[in-house]
């Protein structure tokens, strides 16, 4: 009897040790505001397109534009992406931005 109970001591004795563990720390990550993220990619397309990558611009614009699409930026994001691609001749492309941007 004595035996059980000693042994059941130690069981109980040895979850209430693990459970009550090490306090794990937790990181936190400083994340950008989104606004902030797609002004960044909107101001990254507009340098690769003032250097002439117009078709990686125009991919950029359209992130920008996904990522915060409630921005004032978006519009004009889908704008340059339109004008892009029109400017290289991708015109289906730039007639689905434009009308992305119409309605």
Avoid at 25 to 36: A, C, D, G, I, Q
């Amino acid at each position: 009897m004595n035996n059980k109970f000693n042994l059941s001591f130690l069981i109980i004795f040895f979850l209430i040790i693990s459970c009550s563990g090490k306090d794990e720390k937790v990181s936190v990550l400083k994340e950008k505001n989104l606004e902030t993220q797609m002004i960044e990619v909107y101001n990254e397309a507009m340098v690769e397109f003032e250097r002439g990558d117009v078709i990686y611009a125009g991919k950029k614009f359209s992130e920008a534009e996904l990522l915060y699409p409630q921005s004032i930026w978006a519009p004009r994001a889908v704008l340059m992406s339109a004008y892009g691609y029109f400017s290289q001749g991708y015109y289906k492309d730039a007639i689905n931005d434009l009308e992305r941007f119409i309605f």
